[in-house]
């Protein structure tokens, strides 16, 4: 039996090795975390919805279900010329037909980043961020800036969804605690058109919110520093922040920008259509890790574009093993699709090459979103209904 190795255990990763323990193959992923920590949904964490425990899907219980196996290391090296991988204390792992990198990206630096705080970094920052909005209510007033940026060298790297959802829900639980007349929100990114990749239309949509919701924008200066009590600019302007959310933006990997493997600029994995690295054939890249093709200029990475690469990278290497599957590219799923959530309701928003759209959901947007977190969970673990599980069994009798 064929092995492939799967190292990260993120979105992408997981998929991955669902998909190819599906197609046959032993499968073992390598991670350096215990849990798939589902980021989409920690939005919630700062206002008091959700936990991160809540959030957390422990690799060992969805392996179980699937039948893959589960190593906790880091990855410090990878070595495409010698078919190998190295692990902390220099262990080098070579046995494996297959090699799937979901390892994430890095992130753009930036002066002060320690002065901010972000839900799409280490769970914990979530958390403090909670901490520290709770202190800044208890207190009575305050500024909270929020914002994310970019990587000029490759404009895909970019998370600017999160950011407007922490924003809109922050607004929302001012309000509950009818505290919001007294807090300043800004928003801040360093383009002059942050949104524009949702569409023009959805832009003016997201200006006209911003005004009814009392919210500031600082865009299309560039970022100088951030410090204890706010964030400075480039035209020498600043704003004053009790606490400042922000996404830097990806950058490659620090082991793959270490490694023999062909990258952008960035650092990004260059691959084929079907997340096999370039010139590599016995080797894939999939979601944050990989570079996507330059067009169309409004391409970004999400999560539910990692699990079409990774399911592309298992397809492709299904038909290498000869078995009968279909292949897939992962550009035939390149689109924008998120539901934005507010906190008392969400926006539908999705692009793909033929059409822009922006719907506005009151009220229910907000709980299918919550549905969505739901079903992922419990996909990921094996669940089915009652009712299907009762039919089973009834013909396995």
Known sequence: MKKAIVIGGGIGGVEAAIRLKKQGLQVELISDREDLYIYPLSIWIPTGETTPTRIRLPL????????FSVRADAVTGIDASRHSIT??????????DYLVIAVGAGKMSHPGKEHTLSICGPPEEALMLKEKIAGL??????????GFGGNPKDTSA???GPAFEFLFNIHHLLNRKKRRENFTLVFFAPMKTPGIRLGEKALGMMDRMFAQLDIRQKTGVKITAFAADGIRFQDGSRIPSDVTMFIPAGDGHPVIKASDLPCNAAGFIKITPTCQVKGIPWMYAVGDAAALEEEPWWRAKQGHLAEQMARAAANDIALREGNRVRRTSYRDHLNILCLMDMGNGAALVYRNHRRVLMLPMPVVGHWLKKAWGV??????LKWRPVWRRKR???HAH
């Open 60 to 67: 060992k219980d969805i392996a179980r279900r699937h039948g």
């Open 87 to 96: 692990l902390t204390q220099e262990t080098v792992v070579s046995d494996f």
């Open 137 to 146: 209510i208890a207190r009575g007033s305050g500024t909270i800036a929020v």
């Open 158 to 160: 970019v998370r600017g």
């Open 375 to 380: 079903t992922y969970k419990l996909s990921k």
């Open 392 to 394: 089973t069994n009834t």
